[in-house]
């Protein structure tokens, strides 16, 4: 296996995504090492915010949140997870588990911002994050979740099998336009070749294709019983949980109920079911999430 490196040069022609360059460096386990990217805005003292990507974005998907986050007073970070954006990429489909992601986001956070956050997730930042905050949930000061869930079994929908069977051998797995295709708005043609950059070929595009067979949506997957046992510690969380759903999003419609019904700090929240938003809502409506999560920062005396 080898540890693939995105050019710099990818890069270079990126728009409206003037963010300094932050790095980490992440034990992958059996010896190996990689990179990682973040973003990291406003005061290094600020309360900070994380603000975690799925499949198959990265950190440029944030670009219309951040400066609205940081302009609120907020430590904003960003990090792309291993396999994306401008960080390494590890060329072996294979290699990517549901448990080395949260095991190499863990690193991250622990080194880069031990303090409580708020915390924003999307589509697998959700899988990651919320994760996350079961195991510590004292880190974590408040939460704003959007087009994600935590699954632990069940059975899965059809068109779920059909994306997840697309995603691991279809010849045709362009980045760019599948994230055009999942807004409820039109993407440029900058921001869709921004959004192929991290991937100059196939073999960087292991971990985008390992993501969606590594969902456990079916009993019996990897993945299933952490799940299962991260739950009463999530659904125990207490402080301010806010949902905000994409009413055009295929993927997670409804799932919105379920964090609703089960976590505590959902109770008496403002949740929104977006219009015009499709899957990724960062994209169709970065200023109603960037205020949620201010509201939720407020609400949780997080930020003044």
Request: negative net charge.
């Amino acid at each position: 296996m080898e540890i693939l490196r995105t050019p710099s040069e990818r890069f270079a022609d990126i728009p409206d995504y003037p963010f300094a360059e932050n790095w980490f460096e992440v034990d992958l386990g059996d010896g190996l090492t990689a990179r990682q990217h973040y973003v990291d805005e406003g005061p290094k003292d600020a309360p900070p915010v994380l603000l975690f990507h799925g499949e198959p974005s990265w950190s440029f998907l944030y670009r219309k949140m951040i400066p609205i986050l940081a302009d609120a007073g907020l430590r904003v970070l960003a990090p792309d997870l291993i396999g994306f954006g401008k960080s390494d990429k590890p060329d072996d489909i294979d290699y990517y588990t549901y448990a080395r992601h949260v095991d190499w986001l863990k690193q991250w956070r622990s080194a880069v911002e031990p303090r409580p956050a708020a915390l924003f997730v999307q589509d697998w930042g959700g899988l990651l994050g919320l994760r996350m905050l079961a195991h510590d949930p004292d880190l974590f000061a408040c939460v704003v979740a959007s087009n994600t869930f935590l699954p632990a079994g069940g059975t899965p929908s059809q068109a779920f099998l059909a994306w997840r069977e697309f995603s691991r051998n279809s010849p045709d797995f362009r980045i760019g336009a599948l994230l055009d295709r999942a807004t409820a708005t039109e993407r440029s043609e900058a921001e869709i070749a921004a959004y192929d950059a991290p991937f100059p070929t196939e073999a960087h595009k292991a971990g985008a294709r390992a993501f969606p067979s590594l969902v456990p949506v079916e009993d019996g997957m990897l993945g299933v019983e952490d799940n299962k046992a991260a739950w009463p510690a999530l659904a125990a969380y207490d402080k301010p949980f806010l949902t905000l759903f994409g009413e055009e999003d295929p993927v997670t419609k409804g799932s919105e109920k379920f964090l609703i019904d089960r976590i505590a700090g959902t109770e008496g929240q403002p949740h929104r079911i977006l219009p015009t938003c499709g899957h990724f809502c960062q994209e169709d409506q970065p200023e109603a999430l960037a205020e949620g999560v201010i509201a939720m920062a407020r609400r949780a005396g997080h930020l003044a």
